[in-house]
C-alpha cells in the first residue's frame, strides 16, 4: 500500500510548479476536518439526518418557513464557530505561488476567506447572506437574533426592514438556478486553466460537478483530493486519496518546499 505521501509523484509536482493558472473547486469535504459535516457521507453527512426535500427546496420553505430557517439558522451558528484548518492555509499559498489562481466553492461557510483568500466565488450562495424572499433586499446579518440551541429548532423567518416579507436563507437550493454571473466565470475558468484542483466533493451535483469535465477536455491536468472514490476518479489525471488538511499541505510542501504559513489574522 503506498503512504499518502507517495501518491503525490514528481510528476504532478512539476504539473503545479509549471501551471500558469489553476483553479480549485471545493465540496463538504473541504470543511469536514472544521467541523462542518458534508452533505453525503454515510454516517454524519447532513443528508443522512435531514431531508433535502423537506429543509433544501423553495417549496419546502413555502411549506414550513420556520422548519427551514430554523435548520439553516443553526448551520450558520456552526458555521461562524468553526475556524479554517491547513488545507485552506495550503491553498492560500498555492494562490501565492501560481501567476494566476480562481476558487470555486461549493460550500455556504466562509472558511476560504477566514484562511485569507480574498476572491472567493460561491457557487451554491452563502449562510451568511439572507436576503429578503420577497424583494431580494440584503439582510443585516448581525441584527439576526443569536440561534437558541446546538440543535436545529422552528424559528419563524424574521421580516425584511424595507418590504415586510419573510427572510430567507442566502443559499441556492435544489431546483434554483446558480448565481449566473458565478456559474459562467467557473465555466470560463475551467476552459482556461492548467490545472484543475477539485477537493472534497462528491462530484454528483451539477453544474458544478460538470467542470473537471470542462477543464479536462480544454486539456487541463485534472487533480482531485478526497478519501473516498468519486464520480470524478476516471477523469482526474491525478487522485489523491486522503484527507484536505493533510495532503494540500503536502502536496504545497512537495512543489515548493515549504509548508503554509501560520492562520492570517
Ligand atoms: P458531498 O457531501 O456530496 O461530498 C463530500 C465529499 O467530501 C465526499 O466525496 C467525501 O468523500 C469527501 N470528504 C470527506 N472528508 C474529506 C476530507 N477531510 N478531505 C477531502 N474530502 C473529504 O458534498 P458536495 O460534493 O460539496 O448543495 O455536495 C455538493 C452539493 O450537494 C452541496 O453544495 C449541497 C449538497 O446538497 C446544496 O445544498 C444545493
Redo the contacts with the bound molecule.
Sequence with gaps: MPSDRDLISDVLVRRLREARYVVALT????S??SGVP????AQE?L?ARYS?EQL?TPEAFAADPALVWGWYDWRRQLALSVRPHA?HRALVEVARRVPRFALFT???DDLHEQAGLAAVVHL?GSLHAPRCGTCGRAADVAALPPAPSREPGRIEPPRCLACGGRLRPG????GEPLPAEALQAAMQAAGECDLFLS???????YP?AGLPGVASRAGACVVQ????P?ALDAVADFNLA????VLLPRLVEAAWGAGPGPPRA
Excluded at 486522503?242 to 488538511?245: D, V
Aim: aromatic letters at 10%; glycine letters at 18%; zero cysteines.
Design positions: 465540496g463538504a469535504g473541504m469536514a476536518e458534508t452533505f453525503r457521507d453527512g443528508w433535502p433544501a488545507g461549493q460550500n455556504v451554491h443559499v441556492v437550493w435544489f477537493v472534497g466533493t462528491s462530484s454528483l451535483v458544478a483530493v478526497n478519501p473516498a468519486t486522503g484527507p484536505a488538511g
